[in-house]
């Protein structure tokens, strides 16, 4: 009976929910690790969207990672994020680096934004970086983790560095700054915000209500 | 059974978790309102501690409200406010000055911090602030809420404005400081921070469970 109810609950599908990256983003990682499981569940779509925090912190003035800017708050978040990791049983080491960047990643996602290998390859630059601490601004990492989502990196890696990729994530960049985005991860459903691993599941919700309620 | 396991359990007393305010923090609000029945479920005892982010921000190169100095993050936070307050059924109204002055109010929490009225107090500021839009930066206010836990608030108000007080809220944000806090609300417990009213829970989960590995 329980496995009725699901059935009929995935059955209404939920409003899509967007799904803003950054691959230098932090609480990134928790949030991109478990939204697939956690929208499959509920019957939300998903639309993933890279996009670079770079532009929207040099309009604030920063010209580097908030983290680092602010010492005090960087303690806490590494502590913080190794607690959440810790909660959720995902694997966590600290990079040794950060931010890294993650340019010709994002580049990757925002050409093949619909690809069905995409989310795959995401999860494994994430890992990469803060569970393997590998520096995901190399392309022979990208490479390794192209071929862990079942792809043959080379000719993705030449389209990702195409005029026509580096115009794509501009482009995503500016639809961020356009929905207010300011920081990541932000999930968009019906143009409310959430703003935040913490949001996931308000952001889930939201969704499925919206599905509800159409 | 039920009733028996619940009175069994509040015997074992958790870790005294303190709760780090700040009167001009929105996100204080909602924590403070809720924090005495979460914790009085979960048997942890509590200790407020008043203290000022101004200084705290001033060391950050900051002379107003991140809120306001960041107008995209400040828009988003009031709608993040709105929709937490409405999910947890506490009233809210955005206040038509933000951030107001909590200095006269902060000094009475540091000159009265262990009286028996001060949660009430404390609660009836934050209401007074973010439910009904009122000017918390004024001793009339301030009565009315010092009236309102049942007290007679001349010389309480008195005392407050007495060099005694300066130096004790003076004195809460050194600790502040020194205990490596940033924003507020942050919930302290065996030099473990949680910072934020998304962190309210763990926090409580965190002092329960010092209690039991004690």
């Known amino acids: 009976m329980i496995g009725c109810y699901f059935s009929l609950d995935r059955m209404k599908q939920g409003t899509h929910l967007q799904v803003w990256f950054e691959f230098a983003s932090t609480y990134s990682y928790p949030a991109v690790i478990r939204v697939e499981q956690l929208a499959s569940l509920h019957g939300v779509p998903l639309n993933w969207e890279p996009f670079l925090l770079g532009p929207i912190f040099k309009s604030q003035g920063w010209s580097d990672s908030p983290f680092n800017i602010y010492p005090v708050k960087g303690h806490y978040m590494w502590r913080d994020l190794e607690r959440i990791c810790g909660e959720l049983a995902i694997p966590f080491r600290r990079p040794s680096v950060f931010p890294r960047n993650g340019l010709l990643a994002a580049r ?107």
């Open 108 to 214: 990757v996602c925002a050409q093949f934004k619909a690809s069905v290998w995409l989310p795959a390859f995401i999860k494994a630059v994430y890992s990469a970086n803060f569970a393997h601490d590998l520096d995901i601004s190399q392309a022979s990492v990208l490479a390794e983790c192209l071929q862990q989502s079942g792809h043959e990196p080379r000719a993705i890696l030449e389209q990702a560095n195409s005029p026509a990729a580096k115009n794509a994530l501009r482009n995503q960049t500016d639809r961020a700054i356009t929905l207010g985005i300011f920081g990541a991860p932000t999930f968009v459903s019906a143009a409310e915000l959430f703003w935040g691993n913490d949001r996931l599941d308000a952001a889930i919700s939201w969704s499925k209500r919206g599905a509800n309620t159409a």
